[in-house]
């Protein structure tokens, strides 16, 4: 055809205007992206906590490495889903802080997350975890979490966000892990200083630090029992 | 040529505003009441994922409204209109747009590709231009395939099976031996590049609407690993056709008119009676003067039109 | 092979330069003391030059198993160069340190560290990951050892707080790590060249043996810090979990329902016969509230933290280094000595410098003149003067800071060493164990460069009987027990006269076989592949019903699970028989003769006079004997001498390893070296 403006042809009329109709209808099903936060608001609770004592704790962080080695195959400390700090200068019992994950009852981190990444595992008790397939790595998850030392991992060298799943998946070890399995960390500890329970902890600001030094045994060492 | 100004002001200025509007999204702010501590951002491919069907819905409107806009003849100053204003607009706005998508992507990690962001409000930023650059590329990438197929260009664009020995011939030609074939308005080895760049343009953003349909539904992990799997290799795939793309389409010495006439829109006479013969011969009967509002139009046996 | 790294940090501390070593070339030395001692053949040509020339090459090495969960060996470094303390001898030495060291050098990409020259003027060595930078020490040289930390942990994290995530680093290599760095720095005695001066790391962690401190401060190196956020590959992930679990359900001490427990409250000794939690102070009870503390990746968990902080993770004689009647007062002496960064070891007897004030001999304007409190010893003011005189170089600090051996001998006191008033039996190193009774400890020191400090059979042939008196128990296992327990687990040798300390066994073929054992097994498993001296071997534990021990199953069954080898018990030794070989070499470079390896007199002159458990095999029976009035014989030691020699096949007129001996284990560019400087074994 030459340079002629073209007149509008049925056949023009009938392909725009299905075309419209079905772009139309593909929206509407996108009302805003609000979809998901319908189901957002009844996020079940976790059936398994870790509960810790941090002044049993040695500072020894084999459960740092146990969980690393479990989850991701190798040693790093920066990979663990539980993070044990400490001060080598500063007085008992306020030199080491153990910052496992709470599962709580009403997560931010699952809340945050856009692509439902961070869910609660149907699978495994509801505990928060993370499809790494899934993960876009936008990092809310890892902001969400209000705890001084998020409990939500950013895996820097697979470039994803990891958190505790209570060794639901742990491909290096051969032990059924899981909120109905065994934990890697409370498996490992050498003073027995992490628990397990499946009732939710009370919510207060200790962070799920329990009393697991009430044995003779424990007071026949000179530790103290409170 | 003003209004080719006024068109690219116009696609950095609406860059300029979608470059602030990422920006501010991607700001820290407290999230949950009663938990100081937690904090969130606005991902902009959550709170307006709307705009990603809306923008194709769009491209297919005004696609199909538009129209074939390249002279089919040779004017009085012994140009040719190549690429007009609706081209230009097009071509600039979808490689700006591919240009953040792939810097945006890189950024925040392709398959091996090692991701140089860390911080969640810089990797935040990033996200959200990338969704500025997804609403501007498909806005133009399904403006183009409306457009080029309702008024038939796209038989231009597509490769036919005599390209083949074309294309060969004209790189022989380059390299020194044997005469360059008679080419028409696009080079054949432009025409088998074609469904090339469709390939992985069609994967990127099937896997890209994959990766998008996880803010509305809940997925499965396995589709969402191979959605990214397909949508890195794209972006591998893509990034490599245009440095091809760009080395042979500007850099090299030849190609310098080209990338002109994507600027200015016009390429000389004698420009196109070496290098686009067939081309020429097209269209050298059809000459426009500069009052006349209509031309004298000298029917060609050889061109073919439909619709 | 997995666990290493395959980088070693070369520091040029003279040229300013870094660079580095691939781990490859050294790998058949396992880790370690093994690497340690090969980079130190290689790269200190001149073996003769002094401790303090800058010459000098100091070793900080890892071993394949640093940063993993392998329990008690996860986390030790051995450090090493030509050091200052030994007396009057500066042999190339050793000294190890625990805590958390050796694991995050491994997370930063690193399996050791190379120190070489001297800085024009103080420095720091700040590792992040891959990214290491020499730094200007003007804000942390004169700072004690805990500030000094403290100061590097503020700059490493830009003067925020820890308590939360942070950045380490930029970009790709960047992670993000919650733990605090990794320092090991000098104190003010080695910045002042004392001999016996360490390098400290965190609270109580110590490099505490040959005045290795000094070293570092005649390079004017002040500390090296380290923080990783990367990852050590483990070949079989799985069999390592599953042998944690293994040694723990067998052999571990359960904490909340112990099958045996001290029969006595809050005495921790009682710990080095079940290891239960925070026994490291032995003599030392728990007076405030506190935790047991433990080394990165340890399932002993040895050491203590105080409410008060004072003596945090202070283990045996630092705890027990300054009686006073306040136990915070003791407890604040320690600490001085780790702030200082001195060798309580060396200063272990200042009772003897209390004896020359009540003689006459020291005090104000006395033969050595002395304005320390003297009066006040007994209290804490005494033991902080006494510690910043030597630290300083004041007063009679300034010899003192010679090491006690080298003041005891300018003062013209060598008679009261001889006597046995004071007691450094071998190389200038204090007394630990007795020398005339338990010998695998005296000989091993003698034949090597230092007090060994190697606890393995000391646990359970001298501890446990002692310990058990001292509760009115009965020992757990009879001695016949301990010997045939422990023979059985010595491999190649399985001789139970092994572990017979009577009057003729010291000096037996069996006693030969036990030296040549302990030198080769810790040189490789313990000091090269760094499994810690308080939990390694394993020869019997009262954790299971039946007493077993884990050695020798243990040891290869991590080393395996970490490296993905399939090695053995015996090659281990044999590599550790190759490491004490090179280690042998490089002390007859310095000028070693048998002839030298002679104790202080009061070993041989001076007859034991405190009881001293330990198996004696007399009449055909095995029994604790307390071993009094006991003598080490002058001649008989000299030729249990020789024969050591020839088992190990050296020349036992010299004490020189031979060429056929060298060369059977791959050494034979040693025996060139030796032969060139005429110092090679006759055959």
Request: proline share 5%.
């Amino acid at each position: 055809m030459a340079n002629v403006p073209r007149k509008a042809s049925r056949r023009d009329f009938l392909k725009v205007g299905s075309a419209s109709l079905i772009g139309l209808s593909v929206g509407a099903l996108f009302p805003g992206g609000k979809w998901l936060d319908n189901k957002i608001y009844a996020i079940p609770a976790s059936g398994g906590y870790l509960l810790v004592d941090t002044k049993k704790c040695a500072g020894c962080l084999s459960c740092m490495l146990a969980c690393s080695l479990a989850h991701e195959g190798k040693e790093n400390l920066s990979l663990s889903r539980i993070q044990i700090m400490q001060d080598s200068f500063a007085g008992f019992p306020n030199d080491i802080t153990m910052s496992q994950c709470r599962q709580c009852a009403y997560p931010p981190c699952v809340e945050a997350c856009p692509t439902k990444a961070l869910h609660a595992d149907e699978d495994n008790e509801n505990a928060r975890s993370v499809d790494i397939g899934k993960c876009i790595g936008c990092q809310r998850c890892v902001e969400a979490c209000p705890y001084d030392s998020g409990r939500v991992v950013w895996n820097h060298i697979d470039k994803h966000s990891q958190k505790c799943d209570l060794c639901a998946n742990t491909p290096f070890w051969e032990e059924q892990g899981g909120v109905n399995g065994k934990k890697a960390c409370i498996a490992i500890c050498p003073m027995r200083a992490i628990t397990f329970t499946n009732e939710i902890p009370e919510q207060n600001d200790r962070g799920y630090n329990v009393n697991l030094r009430k044995t003779a045994a424990w007071k026949r060492l000179g530790l103290p029992s409170n | 040529m003003i209004a080719r100004l006024f068109i690219a002001i116009g696609i950095f200025i609406g860059l300029g505003f979608g470059a602030y509007w990422a920006y501010d999204a991607s700001r820290l702010y407290a999230f949950k009441a009663g938990y100081t501590g937690s904090y969130t951002y606005n991902l902009l491919f959550e709170s307006v994922v709307w705009a990603i069907p809306v923008s194709i819905l769009l491209g297919v409107l005004v696609g199909s409204f538009a129209k074939d806009g390249h002279d089919t003849h040779i004017d009085e100053q012994g140009k040719v209109l190549r690429h007009d204003e609706t081209m230009f607009f097009q071509h600039w706005s979808h490689a700006i747009a591919t240009l953040l998508l792939i810097v945006t992507g890189i950024g925040l990690g392709v398959l091996i590709f090692p991701r140089f962001l860390s911080n969640p409000q810089d990797v935040g930023f990033a996200l959200n231009l990338h969704f500025i650059g997804v609403v501007l590329f498909l806005f133009t990438v399904f403006f183009h395939v409306t457009k080029n197929i309702l008024t038939g260009e796209i038989k231009e664009n597509m490769p036919a099976a005599h390209d083949i020995p074309e294309a060969i011939g004209h790189y022989k030609a380059m390299l020194g031996f044997g005469k360059q074939p008679e080419e028409g308005k696009y080079l054949a080895s432009e025409r088998l590049s074609y469904p090339v760049w469709g390939i992985f343009v069609a994967g990127i953003i099937l896997s890209g609407l994959i990766k998008v349909s996880a803010y509305i539904w809940n997925m499965p992990e396995v589709l969402m690993t191979v959605a990214t799997l397909v949508h890195g290799v794209c972006t591998v795939a893509i990034v490599l056709v245009l440095i091809v793309h760009v080395f042979l389409g500007a850099i090299i010495p030849p190609s310098w008119p080209l990338i002109k006439s994507m600027i200015t829109g016009y390429v000389t006479e004698d420009y196109i009676k070496a290098h686009h013969v067939k081309w020429y011969k097209q269209i050298k009967g059809n000459k426009k003067s500069k009052t006349a509002e209509s031309i004298e139009a000298i029917p060609n046996k050889e061109e073919t039109t439909s619709i | 092979m997995k666990g290493f790294m395959g980088k070693i940090l070369r520091i040029d501390l003279t040229n300013r330069s870094i660079s580095t070593i691939d781990t490859k070339q050294y790998e058949q030395w396992g880790g370690g003391h093994g690497m340690g001692s090969a980079i130190f053949w290689d790269l200190c040509k001149d073996k003769g030059i002094k401790a303090f020339d800058p010459g000098n090459v100091v070793t900080v090495m890892t071993s394949p198993l640093s940063g993993t969960l392998t329990p008690s060996a996860s986390s030790r470094t051995e450090i090493q160069g030509i050091g200052p303390q030994s007396w009057p001898y500066e042999w190339f030495t050793r000294s190890n340190v625990g805590g958390r060291f050796s694991a995050m050098l491994k997370f930063a990409g690193w399996d050791g560290v190379v120190v070489e020259g001297k800085a024009s003027e103080p420095v720091w060595i700040d590792i992040r990951n891959h990214k290491v930078e020499i730094k200007d020490a003007n804000g942390l040289w004169g700072l004690d050892a805990y500030e000094a930390q403290q100061e590097i942990w503020s700059e490493v994290n830009d003067g925020e707080n820890y308590g939360t995530w942070n950045q380490v680093g930029t970009g790709r290599d960047g992670g993000r790590s919650t733990q605090r760095p990794a320092v090991l720095t000098i104190g003010q005695a080695g910045e002042n060249l004392a001999r016996n001066a360490v390098i400290m790391h965190d609270a109580g962690n110590a490099a505490g043996q040959g005045g290795l401190g000094g070293v570092w401060g005649s390079k004017n190196l002040k500390a090296i810090s380290v923080i990783g956020t990367g990852s050590v590959e483990v070949a079989d992930p799985n069999a390592l979990l599953q042998a944690r679990i293994w040694l723990h359900e067998g052999y571990h001490y359960n904490v909340d329902e112990p099958i045996h427990e001290s029969p006595v409250d809050n005495m921790p000794v009682y710990g080095t016969i079940t290891r239960s939690p925070g026994y490291a102070t032995l003599y030392i009870p728990y007076t405030e509230p506190s935790r047991a503390k433990g080394c990165t990746g340890c399932y002993n968990n040895c050491r203590r933290k105080t409410s008060s902080g004072y003596s945090n993770e202070a283990s045996c004689v630092e705890s027990l280094f300054y009686m006073t009647e306040k136990m915070e007062d003791t407890h604040k002496a320690t600490d001085l000595l780790q702030r200082y960064g001195i060798n309580v070891y060396d200063i272990m007897q200042h009772g003897y410098l209390r004896d020359l004030y009540m003689r006459g001999i020291i005090g104000p304007g006395k033969q050595i003149h002395s304005d320390l409190p003297f009066e006040k010893y007994g209290e804490l003011e005494f033991a902080e003067a006494l510690t910043k005189a030597i630290a300083f170089r004041e007063d009679i600090g300034a010899d003192l800071a010679e090491g006690m051996p080298r003041a005891i001998e300018k003062w013209g006191l060598l008679d009261d060493m001889n006597k046995g008033l004071v007691t450094f039996p071998n190389w200038g190193y204090f007394e630990h164990y007795d020398p005339r009774l338990e010998i695998e400890w005296s000989y091993g020191s003698i034949l090597g460069d230092r007090d060994i400090n190697e606890h393995d059979l000391n646990w359970l042939v001298h501890w446990m009987p002692l310990v058990c008196d001292a509760v009115g128990q009965e020992p757990i296992v009879s001695a016949q027990r301990v010997a045939e327990q422990i023979s059985s687990k010595l491999v190649i040798y399985n001789d139970p006269m092994m572990l017979d300390y009577s009057e003729e066994g010291i000096y037996s073929d069996a006693k030969v076989k036990m030296v040549s054992w302990h030198r080769h097994y810790t040189r490789y498993f313990k000091q090269s592949m760094l499994f810690c001296d308080w939990a390694w071997p394993n020869f019997l534990s009262v954790n299971n019903p039946e007493m077993k021990g884990f050695t020798p199953e243990g040891e290869p069954k991590f080393l395996n699970a970490v490296m993905g080898t399939n090695m053995t018990f015996e090659e281990g030794m044999e590599i550790g028989r190759k490491i004490w070989n090179l280690d042998r070499a490089i002390w007859i470079m310095q000028g070693r003769h048998r002839d030298q390896e002679v104790f202080n007199d009061y070993v041989y002159d001076v007859p034991t006079s405190a009881p001293y458990h330990l198996p004696i095999f007399k009449d055909g029976q095995w029994s604790f004997d307390v071993n009094l009035g006991r003598t080490l014989d002058r001649d008989k030691f000299e030729d249990w001498k020789s024969k050591y020699y020839t088992h190990e096949g050296w020349d036992p007129s010299s004490g020189w390893p031979k060429r056929s001996t060298l060369e059977g284990i791959g050494l034979g560019y040693v025996a060139d070296e030796l032969a060139k400087n005429g110092k090679l074994g006759r055959e």
